[in-house]
């Protein structure tokens, strides 16, 4: 229980004050935890954020598997990881705000490295998708699929946090059929 308050308070601080100007006081402070607490579940500011960066991408891993392996058309599984994408991000604005501006906001090299591995690792789980669905399906067009992952990724990150600033312009359904059909037409074979 003290570890998720402290992994709660630790996203709203670091998006708050970004990952240079966060502190182990603030965060215990926050969390409402003895700083011995705090230091027992995480030895340092580096090994939580790698927890929270990884927590995240962890969730929505194991949301999309889920959905992968439900008898449902290819287009129905993306449509379902675009939402799994919108949820984390648009649901959970302070995670959103360290995901989009401090990944690579001076952070310590070590901690940029592990923290580029996990997004390595998340990329490549999208790449494995892409080339199920090439190879189950008939209509995907045979693009790298590396190359689109990155760019389907990169298209949610960039558009979540344009909405984000813009949210009295787009509604949230906007924001889906904006994204579905971006990413399905780069993806599918016209079938007219």
């Known amino acids: 229980m003290s570890k998720d308050k402290i992994i709660q308070a630790a996203i709203e601080v670091f998006s708050e004050n970004g990952y240079h100007r ?9 969390a409402q935890v003895a700083k011995g607490t705090l230091y027992y579940n995480f030895p ?3 090994q939580l954020f790698k927890t929270i960066v990884k927590q995240g991408f962890q969730r929505i891993t194991e949301q999309i598997n889920a959905d992968l392996c439900a008898p449902i058309p290819l287009k129905d599984k993306i449509t ?3 939402n799994h994408y919108l949820d984390l991000f648009l649901e959970s604005r302070h995670f959103s705000h360290i995901v989009f501006n401090e990944l690579s906001n001076g952070i310590e090299q070590d901690v940029l490295d592990e923290l580029k591995q996990i997004r390595s690792e998340h990329l490549q789980f999208l790449v494995a998708i892409l080339e199920e669905g090439k190879s189950e399906e008939n209509f995907l067009r045979d693009l790298d699929s590396h190359l ?4 389907i990724f990169g298209t949610l990150q960039n558009t979540c946090n344009f909405y984000l600033n813009h949210q009295v312009d787009y509604s949230r359904e906007d924001l889906e059929r904006f994204l579905f059909t971006m990413i399905t037409e780069g993806l599918f ?4």
């Open 44 to 46: 340092g500011k580096a």
């Open 148 to 151: 689109a992952a990155a760019s």
């Open 189 to 192: 074979i016209s079938t007219k």
């Open 22 to 30: 966060a502190s182990m006081d603030e965060i215990a402070l926050r």
């Open 80 to 82: 379902r990881t675009i």
